[in-house]
């Protein structure tokens, strides 16, 4: 066994992956108080708390940029590069975005084997290979807690642009992913998860989301062009599937419904939920969200933490126009991906969110 294998990686970090992310009620007050910057050519910024960042440079083409790094979410450093590097990735896909290049972001401890970094590279450079994305540089620092991650350039045509705002009464909302990443990291973190239930998360997590992306644009390009399928899309990560639903209503201007028994969990979710196993951000994102989410009174406890639970690289939200709900769920299904309809979206009313 080498060296780099020894080191469990995932307890070296005080928070797991996208669960180390601040408190989305931290971020939220701070934004809210820093000036306004003007720029014609600013499509989307950070106001309406989108994926990533579309900057026009011509009539034509535009780029979307994002930045993604964390802590290990895995104890694998291969497989921890190739999470950090699909997670990265994942916000230019969510925009509607090809991803183009990329630059490295390393926090690496100096007391640290350097044949642990080679092998974090190598993942997240096998990543951006298979997702046709350039590694063209980065920048690295010593640090006592390990981090990992990109900045992602993508380019895109500024009138096809996914916004996470948009969403419709009556739309469909699919979703591509199981869910459950972070309270099965949390039970890895206490050597406490089963080892099928990490390959299965794992799995997931190092799935691109280009393949869903590329589904809902073959939808996209049979529609009429006064007609869009696709209204809204986010990918859901650290704001768990509650918070980045509540983004999208918030901004849409609706209210949504969601039965929790038309998720999928990842194998293992809910008994690591049972179990307790919750990193701080959940709790966090509990405190957030749930002044504007109703449970009905079925719904057990482990499922309403799930909804809370932190994603790391996470499947593809998206509202759906209710006559494209078949043709998306049939696209989908031919790239392989195992979407489903997780509920709709309704007049906004009180709550904003509504779990049945």
């Known amino acids: 066994m080498s060296s780099a294998e020894q080191i469990r990686l995932t307890t070296t970090a005080k928070a797991a992956g996208c669960a180390a992310k601040l408190s989305p009620s931290v ?28 900057y026009r440079l011509t009539d034509d083409l535009a780029i979307v940029q994002t930045v993604d790094f964390f802590t290990p979410i895995v104890d694998d450093p291969e497989l921890f590069g190739q999470v950090a590097a699909t997670n ?21 401890p100096a007391a640290s084997r350097p044949e642990i970094l080679e092998q974090i590279l190598r993942g997240g450079f096998a990543k951006m290979t298979e997702a046709n994305c350039t590694v063209v540089g980065g920048h690295s620092i010593r640090d006592d807690e390990l981090k990992f991650g990109y900045a992602v350039t993508g380019t895109i045509h500024p009138q096809k642009i996914w916004k996470n705002v948009g ?70 990560t650290g704001f768990a599937l509650l918070g980045h639903a509540r983004e999208m209503a918030i901004g849409s201007s609706v209210s949504m419904k969601i039965d929790h028994t038309r998720i999928e969990y990842l194998p293992g ?19 957030f969200v749930e002044g504007c989410v109703s449970f009905t009174s079925h719904v057990p406890d482990e499922f309403r933490t799930l909804l809370f639970d932190p994603q790391t690289s996470g499947g593809l939200l998206a509202a759906v126009a209710p006559e494209f709900r078949n043709a998306a769920l049939a696209a989908l299904a031919h790239h392989n991906i195992p979407a489903r309809v997780i509920g709709e979206v309704f007049a906004k009313h009180t709550p904003l969110l509504e779990v049945t």
Do not use: C
């Not at 089963?194 to 393949?211: G, H, Q, Y």
């Not at 979710?269 to 405190?287: D, T």
């Open 27 to 54: 971020l939220d007050a701070v934004l809210k108080r820093l000036p306004r910057q003007t720029d014609p050519n600013v499509i989307v910024g950070f106001e309406t708390s989108d994926d990533a960042a579309v």
């Open 88 to 108: 990265a990735l994942s916000d230019v896909y969510a925009m509607g975005g090809r991803p183009i290049s990329a630059l490295t972001i390393v926090a690496f």
């Open 167 to 236: 969403a419709r009464p009556g739309d469909a909302l699919v979703f591509t992913k199981p869910i459950g990443t972070g309270v099965i990291s949390t039970a890895l973190k206490h050597g406490r998860a089963d080892e099928s239930w990490v390959a299965i998360a794992t799995a997931s997590m190092t799935r691109l989301n280009r393949d869903a992306a590329e589904a809902l644009h073959e939808i996209e390009n049979t529609a009429p062009q006064n007609a869009p399928p696709i209204h809204a899309v986010t990918d859901v």
């Open 269 to 287: 979710a809910i008994e690591a939920a049972r179990a307790g196993f919750f990193s701080g951000g959940m709790k966090n994102n509990r405190e």
